[in-house]
């Protein structure tokens, strides 16, 4: 067999743009804004200088319940995103340095993750009820992050979340939030998550912004000497 070419593009992302009618029960990475949002990432691409990147617009990639979605050649790297904010961070970390944004990845559900490893045997291989609010508290925070001021930070303070729909190692799950209230410093949030199928979880969410140096002193109040 002979060597594969070298690459022509040091890194070519394919961005889903794909559209479908209105109420298709997958929905479709347009209605949430991705072709803005891929024409954003080959601007910015352009401004940084990244002749070497390509910024492809492409149909279905067949993760919409997760979109909007984009892969990234030669790793095969998968991403979802929903802001400016989320492809800059990408562009920097991850075309720029190299590197990767961890909390924007697909990952996979892994075995650790499963009630049956993480909580108890005799339950069943299904993703645990509390890596999903894991991951949708991780949403919700996310989601008010670039207006935190240091040393302010938003400590989780209530739950209420209904687990709809049982997944398997190896599917992907994707959280949302979005703010519903904000309330001098308590702020709530309407929470809801996806894997490759279907909606698996939904419900409400309080953080409260403290001060993160505050809270190490009170902490430290509580240490016994
Ligand atoms: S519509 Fe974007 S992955 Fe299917």
Same mark, same amino acid.
């Given at each position: 067999m002979p060597?594969?070419?070298?690459?022509?593009?040091?890194? !070519?992302?394919?961005?889903?743009?794909?559209t479908r009618p209105a109420g298709h029960p997958r929905g479709c990475?347009?209605?949430?804004?991705?072709?803005?949002? /891929?024409n954003y990432m080959k601007a910015r691409a352009k401004e940084l200088g990244?002749?070497?990147? /390509?910024?492809?617009?492409?149909?279905?990639l067949d993760?919409?319940?997760?979109?909007?979605?984009?892969?990234?050649?030669?790793?095969?790297?998968w991403y979802g995103y929903?802001?400016?904010?989320?492809?800059?961070?990408?562009?920097?970390?991850?075309?720029?340095? #190299?590197?990767?944004?961890? /909390?924007?990845?697909?990952?996979?559900?892994a075995p650790e !993750?499963?009630?049956?490893?993480?909580?108890?045997?005799?339950?069943?291989?299904?993703?645990?009820?509390p890596v999903m609010i894991m991951a949708?508290?991780?949403?919700?925070?996310?989601?008010?992050?670039p207006f935190l001021e240091p040393p302010e930070t938003a400590l989780g303070t209530a739950v209420d979340v209904r687990h709809l729909a049982a997944t398997p190692a190896g599917q992907h799950v994707r959280a949302e939030a979005q703010v519903t209230k904000v309330d001098g410093r308590r702020i709530e949030f309407a929470l809801s998550?996806?894997?490759?199928?279907?909606?698996? #979880?939904?419900?409400? !969410?309080?953080?409260?912004?403290?001060? !993160?140096? /505050?809270?190490?002193r009170r902490l430290a109040s509580k240490r016994k000497p």
């Open positions: 060597a594969d070419p070298p690459l022509f593009y040091r890194r !070519h992302v394919f961005c889903c743009t794909n990475c347009s209605e949430k804004g991705s072709e803005k949002l /891929r990244l002749a070497d990147v /390509r910024i492809n617009a492409a149909g279905c993760r919409c319940e997760l979109g909007p979605t984009m892969v990234i050649y030669p790793e095969g790297v929903r802001s400016t904010a989320d492809l800059d961070e990408i562009l920097e970390t991850h075309l720029v340095a #190299g590197g990767r944004v961890e /909390r924007l990845m697909l990952m996979p559900v !993750h499963l009630a049956s490893q993480f909580k108890d045997a005799t339950l069943p291989p299904v993703l645990a009820t949708m508290e991780n949403a919700a925070l996310n989601a008010i992050r998550a996806r894997d490759d199928t279907e909606e698996i #979880g939904r419900g409400t !969410h309080e953080r409260m912004v403290v001060d !993160h140096d /505050r809270i190490a």
